[in-house]
């Protein structure tokens, strides 16, 4: 997710109500742990508290045959393209048709998990032969990188180069950890040396740049736009064009920590076991050290030209769980210990975005009104609790997990036809979220796939096999 200044619609709405939330409500019985978080070693869970609190069977369930089997079946076309606009019963929905970076990348790296998990399900291998491929002609050959946007046909709709590129990384070595294929592999590690190469930041790679990265990039480029939609991508509600969305702009000089770019460099390690790529990121985990707010026990996205952050806690809470469980999973490829604890003090700080009253973030703002509650921090909500309890012995995140997995599947899960609903306004019916109350997929506004849950169950399945052990011997 990216966010901005002036952005409206759903996710905009969400963003400003989680900020109110998290002045305003706390999760009863949610600990200060930074004491006990020390950054020391802490044993797996026993086996027993891990099956007590998890349903490896149900998990893997919810995963393939729940969801990416309908996403396998309806969105890969015979050329690669992914068609993410899709409704309820896995049609096509809108008139868009589009291949953004993000959405392609996203779907491919589900498609490369459902493959290792399913033990070889030759319909996901065949998937991502089609999409990685298709995927690899969205490569700009004369100036490096991948085109943000093109048509199903590959005719380019958006040339800009942005933060999106993580994607193209995380999705090509994803896939050719789990095939195996160099081509991909190969794919992956040049596009970290073109980006290293071209959108450095000291050891950071970002950034939002013209096409041949001379400059940047127009404002309001690298994001979804386009007739009929909104300014954050939405369908606008008369179906005339609203103009861009304003993208995420720093301060001049300003300097920014790519959630989704440190992902896709863990997932590009993890698949090649470079060790370019692993003095990429202890450089970066050097400089987070350095700039975390150790009083209030958060790691800014953003910050000025002096590295003085510029962020705020409240306004992405979706965001500090994904930090705490990218810091926790650095640590099990072999990253020092001591980022266990900023990424459990950056998970206690989410907390207090926390709605319990509904179970999940977001939901209600500071006049007690309901909103928007999207999916996607839900399951980063599940995701981190559920791996700072096992691995990090956080046993009292439990109730959080449980309480959000609960929340989760009564609410977002369809059971009628599988898959996962967008949002959810507490008090209020489905039909309230208009048209895109039903919809499974979207390539804007917000972009809606199943890389969120994949990433969710993924970690769940990992965690939690009984032959347990991280690659560093953590």
């Known amino acids: 997710m990216r966010i901005g200044p002036g952005m409206t619609g759903v996710f905009g709405k969400w963003i400003l109500s989680s900020a109110l939330v998290f002045s305003s409500v706390n999760i009863a019985g949610a600990q200060d742990t930074s004491a006990k978080a020390s950054g020391k070693k802490a044993a797996r869970a ?67 998990i459902a493959y290792e998990v399913s033990g070889g399900d030759k319909r996901y291998l065949d998937a991502i032969n089609k999409a990685a491929d298709f995927l690899l002609k969205m490569h700009d050959d004369e100036f490096g990188g991948y085109y943000n946007r093109v048509t199903p046909d590959l005719k380019v709709i958006d040339d800009t180069k942005g933060s ?22 190969k794919a992956a590690m040049d596009a970290y040396h073109e980006l290293k190469a071209k959108m450095s930041d000291g050891p950071f790679i970002s950034g939002n740049f013209k096409r041949d990265f001379s400059g940047p990039a127009p404002r309001g480029a690298g994001f979804g736009r386009g007739p009929g939609r909104g300014g954050n991508g939405a369908p606008s509600a008369t179906g005339a064009p609203q103009g861009p969305p304003p993208g995420f702009q720093l301060a001049p000089g300003g300097h920014r920590l790519d959630v989704h770019m440190f992902e896709a460099l863990l997932g590009l390690y993890e698949a090649t076991k470079s060790k370019e790529v692993w003095d990429t990121i202890t450089a970066q985990m050097d400089v987070m050290a350095k700039v975390y707010d150790y009083d209030r026990g958060y790691l ?8 003085k952050p510029t962020g705020n806690p409240a306004g992405n809470p979706g965001h500090l769980f994904e930090w705490a469980s990218l810091l926790s999973r ?33 939901g209600k703002n500071a006049a007690g009104e309901p909103t928007m509650m ?61 048209d895109r109350a039903y919809i499974k997929g979207a390539v804007d506004g917000p972009e809606l796939s199943p890389y969120h849950m994949t990433s969710m169950f993924y970690d769940l399945w990992r965690i939690t096999n009984p032959k347990y052990k991280p690659e560093s011997g953590d």
């Open 164 to 185: 999106f590129q993580s994607f193209a990384i995380f999705s090509l070595a994803s896939a050719g950890r789990v095939t195996k294929n160099q081509k991909y592999l």
């Open 330 to 362: 650095a640590v099990e490829l072999g990253a020092d210990q001591k980022f266990i604890q900023l990424g459990s003090r950056n998970l206690d700080l989410g907390l207090k975005s926390y709605n319990k009253d509904v179970g999940g973030l977001g």
């Open 46 to 112: 026993p086996e027993a508290e891990i099956q007590q609190n998890l349903d490896r069977a149900w998990v893997k369930k919810a995963f393939l045959n729940d969801m990416m089997e309908h996403w396998v079946a309806a969105s890969v076309m015979p050329n690669g393209f992914i068609q993410e606009n899709l409704d309820r019963q896995w049609k096509p929905w809108g008139t868009q048709r589009e291949a953004s970076l993000n959405g392609q990348g996203r779907v491919l790296y589900t498609l490369a």
């Open 300 to 307: 800014s996205e953003s910050y000025d030209k002096d590295w």
């Open 374 to 434: 999207l999916w996607w921090p839900q399951c980063e909500v599940i995701k981190a609790t559920a791996h700072y309890a096992i691995l990090r012995g956080r046993s009292d995140l439990w109730p959080v997990h449980h309480q959000t997995l609960d929340f989760v599947k009564k609410t977002y899960l369809d059971p009628e036809y599988g898959g996962w609903f967008e949002g959810y306004i507490p008090g209020k019916p489905r039909d309230a979220l208009g």
